[in-house]
């Protein structure tokens, strides 16, 4: 992805500005907290002021939603604080409303903020995918199994979101009083974090307070970490979240990437010969590869509706192929 690494960084500090887009309400102001400039997806801290409204529809990209305070009336139907959304690309979302104002945290996951005004949903948008929960009342707190190797005790999670596709996850995690992890940490995936409620302390930037934020890009170290008095926080990933473990927290992301290559190798050495290994012999890109499956039911695999293809309307999706003169080539798509 292209958004940038934003950390330490506090929406608490910056104005709100007024949503001007093409479908959104009057009354709608938000906080640009990170941004991908190449898909224009981001994530954005929201003010509904009182008395908002919006008509039913859709948006291009995937979205998620978190009601951080007050009261949103989605349909027929009146929500409060930790209520969760996930909106898959194409889904028509009712009308909304706010009698007092609230305060949101929104997610476009795969493209710009948009919504075009419809009560129906786009015919290719995989509505088996949509949910909502009361993340604070629905959902128990759990160890933080979500991850591998697992965190230090006193970690938990709520799994609010879980793509099938990429293991992309979304979850409120939460650090109990007097909370300790004196290791440094890096991860295969991007992740990001909104604090919404305590202080948490990290090694590098100090205290991440409530409205604390950061985006932070695959391999980056961080840690310690600490927490005197607990916090809550939401926190996403872009892919599998795996844990590597160390205690140099001067290693670089170059040395950080060839140690958990390495680990790859140890752990599936005959994947790892195969990915390296010059001239391999397999289709140029995932579309090739899937059109040469056979046939189930009568229909292609590549058939299916993919609403990150759909629904980026304004982007064009490509699989980058490229072999260099050594056997350490890298594939920035998926076999």
């Not at 493209?111 to 949903?121: A, M, Q, R």
């Not at 604070?136 to 609010?160: E, F, H, M, Q």
């Not at 604090?195 to 990290?202: K, M």
Request: proline residues 6%; negative net charge; aromatic residues 12%.
């Amino acid at each position: 992805m292209a958004r940038p690494h934003i950390e330490p960084f506090c929406d608490r500090d910056v104005p709100f500005k007024p949503m001007k887009l093409k479908g959104f309400g009057r009354g709608m102001h938000y906080k640009m907290l990170s941004l991908d400039t190449d898909t224009g997806a981001c994530t954005m801290t929201v003010q509904l002021d009182g008395g908002y409204k919006q008509k039913p529809g859709f948006s291009w990209s995937e979205l998620e939603v978190l009601v951080m305070e007050g009261e949103l009336q989605i349909g027929d139907k009146t929500v409060g604080k930790g209520h969760y959304w996930f909106f898959p690309a194409g889904y028509s979302q009712p009308a909304i409303a706010s009698a007092r104002g609230c305060l949101l945290l929104m997610m476009y996951n795969t493209g710009e903020p948009s919504l075009v005004e419809s009560d129906t949903h786009h015919p290719l948008c995989r509505v088996d995918r949509y949910h909502e929960t009361d993340a604070y009342n629905d959902i128990p707190w759990a160890v933080g199994n979500v991850t591998r190797p697992t965190v230090a005790s006193g970690c938990l999670i709520k799994l609010l979101n879980f793509n099938d596709r990429t293991h992309a996850l979304t979850f409120l995690y939460c650090m109990t009083p007097h909370y300790w992890q004196d290791n440094i940490s890096y991860h295969d995936c991007a992740e990001e974090s909104y604090h919404l409620w305590g202080t948490s302390w990290i090694m590098q930037f100090g205290d991440v307070p409530t409205g604390g934020y950061f985006w932070r890009p695959a391999y980056v170290n961080h840690g310690a970490f600490a927490s005197e008095h607990g916090c809550i926080a939401i926190g996403r990933t872009d892919s599998k979240l795996f844990n590597h473990f160390h205690y140099n927290p001067w290693s670089t992301v170059e040395e950080n990437q060839m140690r958990a290559v390495a680990r790859t190798a140890q752990r599936d050495p005959h994947l790892y010969q195969w990915i390296v290994q010059h001239g391999h012999n397999h289709p140029h890109g995932p579309e090739d590869f899937e059109k040469t499956m056979p046939r189930v039911g009568g229909v292609h695999k590549s058939d299916e509706p993919d609403p990150k293809k759909a629904f980026s309307h304004s982007h064009g999706e490509h699989g980058h192929h490229h072999h260099g003169n050594d056997h350490s080539h890298d594939h920035d798509h998926e076999h």
